[in-house]
């Protein structure tokens, strides 16, 4: 996933954006962090909520701890960071949200923000790694290989001067290390292809052949690196990478940047071949990140096949619905089999209940639903979502049980706990208690009469009793 700004998010999200900033420049951390978390649960890939997250658990901490707490962290730090090992197999996202709730207490946490850094990687979420690779260079000054990943990291969100600056700084304390001496060149290059032009390059406003005589091997170096993702340089990739698979057809890491690169081309197909090959190769077969990866990229491929279909067809409707029931059922027998592999894994068993929920098989929803609600992070979406189960199969009151208990756990006003008062609300519409669900609607009226038809349901109301 690619990593957002602040408008690429709903509008609901930048309003809690706005108050988490709000909270923070009041010094009101607790708040700050609540929001902020909230948001990241929704929105992983937005930079700029998990850069003033991080800003809100310093400043809380008084910005970091003793040497041996930064390091190591408390007693209780050490199984979540386990956990977190565990889910980042499984789920970057995940591991992603495990770090922050060691870091909402240990800001500097080094095995946190490592877990931080593994999880970014995962995602293709460059800035966020290089925001915990900064915290553990400060941690560990003389750590080589955090130095040179740090290095690497921000060379790719287009820091290679400052990059390079780190590694020879450090090289001049270890003159004779040859690891460091190759990484520090090859930063070099990257930087000289920086001021030659690639970054114009990659952004469109500069011309390829404008660069090309001059810079080869600065461009075979950004090439393998697949920092400049034009067509004709992807192109002259996979040509060269399909020619290496001749001599070298065990070579895993070929395969996955060919099913990499045909995905960005939309071949999904030719994607799938490739991914396909290392799933059948005795390592592969094992590999929860390929099974990611066959996943994200069949989805793109329904999503792509939806995208082109011609809107003015008369057929159009029935090829949506076609593609989008195919898309479903992938979804559900991919999740499901996920499920099989990894029985106690409860962030799976919340996708597949609600995937069992849009696919209308209620039963199966609410069988893992009462599973996940044993997840933390899940448990209120949860709860929600067995609330509305039990609604749709007419068990009004075992509804409005289950979301009562969650309005009750549920900490802050945001758009979870909107909805959690409005699903409420509308139940008790269906039980014929008209005061218990205008109370609801209130509720959220206070302070959102924008939200749904919240406003409408209120005002009618006070009009049908004369006010």
């Known amino acids: ?37 909230q948001i990241l649960a929704k929105e992983p890939a937005f930079f700029e909520c998990r850069h003033a997250l991080r800003n809100a658990q310093l400043k809380k901490s008084g910005n970091g701890g003793g040497f041996l707490k930064k390091m190591w962290g408390n007693a209780t730090s050490s199984p ?20 922050e709730q060691i870091l909402n207490d240990e800001p500097t946490n080094s095995g946190a923000h490592k877990l931080v850094v593994e999880a970014a990687d995962a995602l293709e979420l460059p800035r966020t790694a290089v925001m915990s690779l900064e915290i553990l260079v400060r941690n560990s000054p003389k750590d080589k290989d955090v130095a040179i990943r740090f290095a690497n990291r921000l060379a790719d969100t287009g ?59 600065a461009v075979s170096l950004e090439q393998q690196n697949r920092q400049v993702k034009t067509e004709d340089i992807t192109e002259k990739l996979i040509k060269e990478y399909e020619a290496r698979l001749k001599t070298e057809p065990d070579n895993l890491k070929l395969l996955r940047s060919l099913g990499e690169m045909y995905t960005s081309k939309k071949q999904f197909d030719k994607a799938l071949s490739y991914y396909d090959q290392i799933k059948s190769t005795d390592v592969g077969g094992g590999d929860a990140a390929l099974d990611r990866n066959i996943a994200d990229t069949t989805v793109k491929k329904f999503d792509h096949l939806m995208s082109e279909l011609d809107k003015d067809a008369p057929d159009y409707a029935d090829k949506l619905a076609g593609l989008q029931a195919g898309k479903q059922a992938f979804q559900l027998a991919e999740c499901q089999k996920r499920a099989e592999r990894f029985p106690t894994d409860l962030q799976i068993r919340f996708e597949l209940g609600q995937l069992y929920f849009q696919a209308g098989k209620i039963s199966e929803a609410v069988k893992e639903f009462q599973k996940a609600q044993s997840n933390p992070h899940r448990r209120i ?24 208990d969650a309005i009750k756990e549920k900490v802050g006003f945001d758009e979870e706990k909107k909805e959690l008062h409005y699903v409420l609300g509308c139940v008790f519409e269906k039980m014929g208690k008209r005061e218990d669900a205008i109370a609801q ?15 409408k349901k209120v005002e009618d109301y006070y009009s049908s009793q004369g006010g």
């Open 381 to 404: 979406q949860a709860m929600s979502f067995l609330g509305q189960c039990f609604a749709r199969r007419g068990i009004h009151d075992l509804a409005a049980t289950t979301l009562q």
């Open 441 to 455: 609607f209130k509720i959220i009226y206070a302070v959102d009469s924008s939200y749904k038809d919240v406003g």
């Open 1 to 37: 996933m690619a990593e957002k700004s602040l408008n690429e998010l709903p509008r609901d999200l930048r309003a809690l954006f706005t108050k988490g900033k709000d909270a923070l420049q009041r010094d009101n951390f607790d708040y700050a962090i609540e929001l902020f978390n």
């Open 80 to 99: 979540l960071v386990a956990k977190g090992q565990l889910a980042l197999r499984r789920d970057p996202t995940e591991a992603l949200q495990i770090a």
């Open 159 to 217: 820091e290679a001067a400052k990059a390079e600056k780190i590694l020879a700084d450090l090289y001049r304390s270890f003159p004779t290390d040859a690891e460091l001496g190759s990484a520090l060149k090859d930063l070099s290059a990257r930087k000289t292809m920086v001021q030659g032009g690639y970054a114009k390059l990659a952004d469109g406003s500069g011309s390829y052949r404008d660069i090309l005589a001059n810079k080869e091997e």
